[in-house]
């Protein structure tokens, strides 16, 4: 008998949860997704500035440095997407594997150089904080490192 009540309730929260499911709003379309260089470029930064509390003169010199990189990496950027543009195309037309291989490692130097800017420019910007604020960093990169290998682990 207590089972039987048990199974109506059940039906009946588990019909009124859909009646008003039904009724809700409808969910606001989500925004078209930017391309992938400044999708979470200024949002990363207010959120950085946020938790590591910089100063008004630190936030100055974020912006200096971070302006500063992505001058430098402009021209790199394109030739970047020359060269994959490239490498797709030779891939596309069946061109042997040393061609493609040829364009591959030239696509490896422009993303090498990418990365040797923005260390420094993260080397910059480490200089300019506090040692609280250093310390504050290196826990963020730790989780972050857990976060990215515990997602690897489970794919």
């Keep these: 008998m207590t089972n039987k009540i048990l199974q109506i309730?059940?039906?009946?929260?588990?019909?009124?949860?859909?009646?008003?499911?039904?009724t809700?709003?409808?969910?606001?379309?989500n925004p078209p997704v930017r391309h992938a260089q400044g999708f979470h470029?200024?949002?990363?930064?207010?959120?950085?500035?946020?938790?590591l509390n910089l100063t008004d003169a630190q936030k100055t010199q974020a912006?200096?440095?971070f302006q500063g990189l992505r001058t430098?990496?402009?021209?790199?950027?394109?030739?970047?997407?020359?060269?994959?543009?490239?490498?797709?195309?030779?891939?596309?037309?069946?061109q042997p594997a040393d061609q493609l291989n040829q364009l591959a490692q030239a696509n490896a130097t422009q993303i090498a150089q990418l990365a040797a800017l923005r260390a420094q420019a993260f080397g910059k910007f480490y200089a300019i904080l506090t040692p609280t604020q250093q310390q504050q960093v290196q826990t963020m990169q730790s989780k972050w490192a857990a976060h990215v290998s515990g997602q690897t682990a489970n794919n």
Excluded: D
């Design 24 to 29: 809700g709003t409808t969910p606001a379309p």
């Design 63 to 65: 912006k200096t440095i």
């Design 41 to 51: 470029r200024r949002p990363m930064f207010a959120r950085m500035v946020r938790r």
């Design 9 to 22: 309730a059940g039906g009946a929260v588990l019909a009124a949860g859909m009646i008003f499911a039904q």
């Design 72 to 94: 430098q990496a402009q021209p790199i950027r394109a030739q970047l997407q020359q060269g994959r543009l490239a490498l797709m195309s030779a891939a596309e037309a069946g």
